[in-house]
DNA sequence: ATCGGTGCAAAGGTTTTGCAGGCGG
DNA sequence: CCGCCTGCAAAACCTTTGCACCGAT
């Protein structure tokens, strides 16, 4: 995509403002809410548009956890995610090397040029681990 | 998931076998075009409804590659997934345990519980290698 | 002034579901 | 027989898109 002649409109600051607020991935219709209260009249369609040109041109990511539906995240720094089976929240792991690790392994196959390797966890958050310890 | 009280009907066991037929990790749209082949009168929600059912009881494995539709796929052995970014094709790769490495690199973190990692890879394929080379 | 962006609403694609009848164990 | 399963169709969701107007550069 052409990230060059992308304008800075008012509707997309915000968008990306309310993204880097928070650390909740939110999908786009979460942070459609959010952005509502500061831009009241905005569409959820330019909040799409808006998400897919800021993931394409590297200001935000777009994630898919298999729910059905996207995330974003406006953290760019290199990190993992991990899914609550619990309560189904999406949670950073921060980064340890492996994406190297895998990809050297995966290199000797040689049948396919791999180009990018996609992970993500699944499992019981801190919240729900200490509510399991309650009950 | 109950998975005591299911009945494997006919459109159930043909839903499967066509399923185990492919390597071609097909979409639940897919694969209803084939068992409409041998069952012309069931329903794309039958379909539907099987594969739920089959993947919850861990008869077959239900992909999400961030396509916006889910695959299916009958093979259980353990294997990854690399989605081809110039024909779409998803295709096997063959299994090595990084996930147990991953897992034992990420239990240190301690403030949650891992319980999966999702691994899925993104290039090119053979055949399209191959015809880079051509042109 | 240009041309990308916006709001609105409709449409698109995938998946789920309510219902009445059918059939597997 | 009981109760899971089916076909059908509508609905539920998430996301994209056509259009006419607006506004960033």
Do not use: W
């Not at 974003?72 to 290199?78: A, Q, R, V």
């Not at 994406?99 to 801190?126: R, W």
């Amino acid at each position: 995509m052409d990230c060059e002649n992308t304008r800075m409109t008012h509707q997309r600051r915000v968008v990306l403002e309310e993204l880097k607020k928070t650390t909740a991935h939110p999908t786009a219709d979460e942070l459609y809410e959010s952005v509502r209260k500061r831009l009241p009249n905005i569409s959820l369609g330019t909040v799409y548009r808006n998400l897919e040109i800021l993931s394409a041109c590297g200001q935000a990511l777009k994630l898919d956890l298999g729910e059905g539906k996207k995330r974003f995240d406006g953290t760019l720094d290199p990190h993992y995610h991990l899914r609550c089976v619990k309560c189904g929240r999406v949670i950073d792991v921060p980064y340890v090397p492996i994406d190297k690790k895998i990809e050297k392994q995966m290199k000797d196959l040689g049948e396919f040029k791999i180009t990018g390797v996609q992970v993500h966890f699944e499992g019981i958050c801190a919240d729900c681990l200490a509510k399991e310890q309650t009950h």
